[in-house]
T-cell receptor, first 114, second 110 residues
Framework: DADVTQTPRNRITKTGKRIMLECSQTKGHDRMYWYRQDPGLGLQLIYYSFDVKDINKGEISDGYSVSRQAQAKFSLSLESAIPNQTALYFC?????????????FGPGTRLTVL | AQRVTQPEKLLSVFKGAPVELKCNYSYSGSPELFWYVQYSRQRLQLLLRHISRESIKGFTADLNKGETSFHLKKPFAQEEDSAMYYCAPTPQYGNNRLAFGKGNQVVVIP
């Protein structure tokens, strides 16, 4: 779905570097999420945000931080990257609803930490 | 502890054969349940959700609360069904968070 975009798509960096992954959406959704995907482990939730003033930790938030700059933008930062943060990172959005709504995913960012 | 179990990492089936992907969850209450799919070079997308009780691309999934299962089934696999499939329940109804299983790689052999 081209309404959810991620930059960069690929990034190679070195241990100790600060990295920012960006997610933008034009779907007008309030809710945004960051996941990481490791081979054989499925997707794990890092952080999520239900609106601009709301930030929540997910299952594996250690070593990560986020910023919700606007309804449409949700950034994920690695303050000091380490090799075990090498993974595929996905951003997702969903609309606010009484139950659980469909999540729309970005194309992913492949991050390699050397 | 793993709360969503998808036991088979890789499932190879011949075209036209039935395919069943198992999913068991261990959340109490009434979680909502979803199957997401990721085709090659495409992004993750919703396949179906249990409250819709619908069939998408020939796939159905039945929620069995007694067995806490939400297995995905298709009677006749097609080549275009080759993909990664993720079972994703919500640990808590209505809070919009999903807990993804480890996924099943399905390969349909022509």
């Amino acid at each position: 779905d081209a309404d959810v975009t991620q930059t960069p798509r690929n990034r190679i960096t070195k241990t100790g570097k600060r990295i920012m992954l960006e997610c933008s959406q034009t779907k007008g959704h309030d809710r945004m999420y960051w996941y990481r995907q490791d081979p054989g482990l499925g997707l794990q939730l890092i952080y999520y945000s239900f609106d601009v003033k709301d930030i929540n930790k997910g299952e594996i938030s250690d070593g990560y931080s986020v910023s919700r700059q606007a309804q449409a933008k949700f950034s994920l930062s690695l303050e000091s990257a380490i090799p075990n943060q090498t993974a595929l990172y996905f951003c997702a959005t969903s609309d606010e609803s009484g139950g659980t709504d469909t999540q729309y995913f970005g194309p992913g960012t492949r991050l390699t930490v050397l | 502890a793993q709360r969503v179990t998808q036991p088979e990492k890789l499932l190879s089936v011949f075209k036209g054969a039935p395919v069943e992907l198992k999913c068991n969850y261990s959340y109490s209450g009434s979680p909502e349940l979803f199957w997401y799919v990721q085709y090659s070079r495409q992004r993750l997308q919703l396949l179906l959700r249990h409250i819709s009780r619908e069939s998408i691309k020939g796939f159905t999934a039945d929620l069995n609360k007694g067995e806490t299962s939400f297995h995905l089934k298709k009677p006749f696999a097609q080549e275009e069904d080759s993909a990664m499939y993720y079972c994703a329940p919500t640990p808590q109804y209505g809070n919009n968070r999903l807990a993804f299983g480890k996924g099943n790689q399905v390969v349909v052999i022509p």
